[in-house]
């Protein structure tokens, strides 16, 4: 248990030594529950095939809701980063998960990202508008750099999400890269 504890992103040998420690001294409440959950989401979760998000139904519930705008696919390199943008509640269209970013030094490559349906996605006719929800890394600007290459030929406008100053911040605690990108994307007033 440690040491399948220990594969998970977050998680070390010490402190899934914890986590373990934890589970089996509140076995009745802890530990027999999330068997139980862990056996539910085996049985019951499974990937969309549209966008790739993890539901009990493919299409999943996004996908096949009607109230959706469907003019907009919004691209998100993990499902986490789906599920922030829906707990956020700003955002009413589709999505699609790449399932990571370009990094050539680990081996990923177009080949092992969830690019080509985008690109069919993006092509079909319903589409206006693609939006680059990336992780503002230099893996990140490298893949939407590339999405961007990909999608010039789909009819769609590609567009990212705003890069800078965040609400409550300070300059003087910003990094310079952060206000680089701020004075970049600078808007009139």
């Keep these: 248990m440690v040491q399948l504890l220990a594969r998970l992103p977050g998680l070390g040998p010490r402190s899934a030594r914890k986590a373990a420690l934890a589970l089996i001294k509140r076995r009745e409440e802890l530990l027999v529950p999330l068997a139980s959950a862990l056996t539910e989401a085996i049985n019951k979760i499974v990937v969309c095939q549209e966008c790739g998000n993890v539901d009990t139904t493919s299409p999943c519930s996004i996908c096949s809701n009607p109230k959706r705008d469907r003019s907009m696919i919004v691209v998100v390199e993990e499902v986490g980063d789906l599920w922030a943008l829906e707990r956020a509640g700003v955002v ?42 990336l992780n503002a890394t230099v893996e990140g600007q490298s893949t939407a750099h590339y999405l961007t290459e990909q999608l010039s030929g789909a009819g769609v406008e590609v567009s990212r999400l705003a890069q800078g100053v965040p609400i409550g911040g300070e300059l003087d605690y910003l990094d310079e890269g952060t206000l680089a990108a701020a004075i970049r994307s600078r808007k009139r007033l």
């Design 92 to 133: 009413t269209a589709l999505y699609h998960v790449l399932g990571g970013h370009l990094s050539p030094l680990d081996g990923i490559g177009p080949d092992r990202l969830n690019i080509k349906a985008l690109v069919e996605r993006a092509g079909s006719g319903d589409v206006n508008e693609v939006l680059l929800a």
